[in-house]
């Protein structure tokens, strides 16, 4: 079965509950266990999309706190970028050698991690999933953002900012793995419904590098001068953008960015109102959740399919509320 996160799960919650980690297992090397239920101390691998991002440090925190909280040990890796598929799939058959009681994986590529973790099943290692999952019937869960429910919200306020009507662009972050896809999707659906006066005149991804999505951005304005708006997918993408626009010596506020994730750039950016305000996420939340998950798969508790954890809008008008402050991340 195809993982998808609304998909009748009762099969896969009935294989849940029986799934056991019956392999004793080592963080980096080390010599502490990790059979679940046994007397030594648990061990979670996570491999993550990549660690240059603010958001993934900060999912790493969350799982940090959540391990301590529940007395394992977890290890957290992921790629220098998110294009190095293979560096990821590396780490991935790393963490399957560790024979950890429990496997959390992000997926970068959701097909070529397909044969790894049916390798992970076959090990009888249970697997979740954080942030975007595999191909296959392998995973039991997934931890993350309703992307395309937070791509529609970034739509609703890109439209409110550019009066319902214009030309708007999106220098997404990924054609491939699934969040950028349903961030994409979810905008674009929304806009295509709801506002037929809006049009998407370009569509480009960077890689979620700034410095591509930068160069991406700088060509779409040159070649769309009433460009109204450009919405950028994820932090990179949209830090690319914000930087287009001060290469360019563009008035603050003449082309209406809408961004998604935080960080100290993108909070700085919407502060000196380069860009309108962004979609965060809640990271610290996600890595929690995700190593909760783990832990109850891996001593045969039931899980649940998909555990949203959650999209908001932010802006200068309520950067200080507690709600928004509390997944904000710098």
Same mark, same amino acid.
């Given at each position: 079965m195809k993982f998808g996160k609304k998909a009748a799960f009762a099969a896969l919650i009935a294989s849940a509950a029986i799934v056991v980690a019956g392999c004793s297992s080592n963080a980096g090397g080390g010599d502490a266990g990790? !059979?679940?239920g046994s007397g030594d101390e648990m061990y979670i691998a996570l491999v993550s999309k990549g660690f240059q991002h603010q958001f993934w440090q900060a999912v790493k925190k969350g799982a940090e706190e959540k391990a301590a909280e529940l007395g394992v040990t977890i290890t957290f890796e992921g790629? *220098?970028? %998110?294009?190095? /598929? !293979? *560096?990821?799939l590396q780490m991935l058959q790393t963490a399957i050698d560790k024979k950890p009681a429990a496997i959390a994986y992000a997926a970068l590529d959701p097909e070529a991690c397909v044969p790894y973790l049916d390798k992970a099943k076959a090990a009888d290692i249970p697997v979740v999933y954080f942030d975007a999952p595999c191909d296959g019937d392998v995973g039991l869960s997934l931890a993350a953002t309703d992307s395309k429910v937070a791509g529609a919200l970034a739509a609703e306020h890109m439209a409110e900012l550019i009066g319902g009507e214009g030309e708007v662009a999106i220098v997404g972050h990924s054609q491939i793995n699934s969040t950028g896809v349903e961030r994409r999707d979810g905008f674009v659906e929304k806009i295509e419904s709801d506002y037929p006066d809006i049009e998407i005149v370009d569509i480009q991804y960077g890689d979620g590098d700034h410095l591509k999505s930068a160069d991406i951005a700088k060509a779409m304005i040159a070649a769309h001068p009433d460009l109204k708006g450009i919405y950028g997918t994820n932090e990179g993408s949209a830090i690319g953008v914000v #930087?287009? /626009? #001060? %290469?360019l010596g563009l008035e603050k506020g003449k082309l209406t960015i809408v961004g998604f994730d935080s960080g100290a750039a993108q909070i700085n950016a919407i502060k000196d109102g380069t860009m309108a305000g962004a979609i965060t996420q809640d990271p610290i939340g996600i890595g929690a959740q995700v190593v909760q998950a783990a832990y109850d798969a891996a001593n045969g508790e039931t899980v649940d399919e998909f555990y949203d954890t959650g999209?908001?809008?932010y802006d200068k008008t309520n950067l200080e509320d507690d709600k928004i402050a509390a997944v904000l991340y710098q």
């Amino acid at each position: 079965m195809k993982f998808g996160k609304k998909a009748a799960f009762a099969a896969l919650i009935a294989s849940a509950a029986i799934v056991v980690a019956g392999c004793s297992s080592n963080a980096g090397g080390g010599d502490a266990g990790g !059979d679940a239920g046994s007397g030594d101390e648990m061990y979670i691998a996570l491999v993550s999309k990549g660690f240059q991002h603010q958001f993934w440090q900060a999912v790493k925190k969350g799982a940090e706190e959540k391990a301590a909280e529940l007395g394992v040990t977890i290890t957290f890796e992921g790629p *220098a970028a %998110e294009t190095e /598929v !293979d *560096a990821q799939l590396q780490m991935l058959q790393t963490a399957i050698d560790k024979k950890p009681a429990a496997i959390a994986y992000a997926a970068l590529d959701p097909e070529a991690c397909v044969p790894y973790l049916d390798k992970a099943k076959a090990a009888d290692i249970p697997v979740v999933y954080f942030d975007a999952p595999c191909d296959g019937d392998v995973g039991l869960s997934l931890a993350a953002t309703d992307s395309k429910v937070a791509g529609a919200l970034a739509a609703e306020h890109m439209a409110e900012l550019i009066g319902g009507e214009g030309e708007v662009a999106i220098v997404g972050h990924s054609q491939i793995n699934s969040t950028g896809v349903e961030r994409r999707d979810g905008f674009v659906e929304k806009i295509e419904s709801d506002y037929p006066d809006i049009e998407i005149v370009d569509i480009q991804y960077g890689d979620g590098d700034h410095l591509k999505s930068a160069d991406i951005a700088k060509a779409m304005i040159a070649a769309h001068p009433d460009l109204k708006g450009i919405y950028g997918t994820n932090e990179g993408s949209a830090i690319g953008v914000v #930087n287009a /626009v #001060n %290469e360019l010596g563009l008035e603050k506020g003449k082309l209406t960015i809408v961004g998604f994730d935080s960080g100290a750039a993108q909070i700085n950016a919407i502060k000196d109102g380069t860009m309108a305000g962004a979609i965060t996420q809640d990271p610290i939340g996600i890595g929690a959740q995700v190593v909760q998950a783990a832990y109850d798969a891996a001593n045969g508790e039931t899980v649940d399919e998909f555990y949203d954890t959650g999209s908001y809008w932010y802006d200068k008008t309520n950067l200080e509320d507690d709600k928004i402050a509390a997944v904000l991340y710098q």
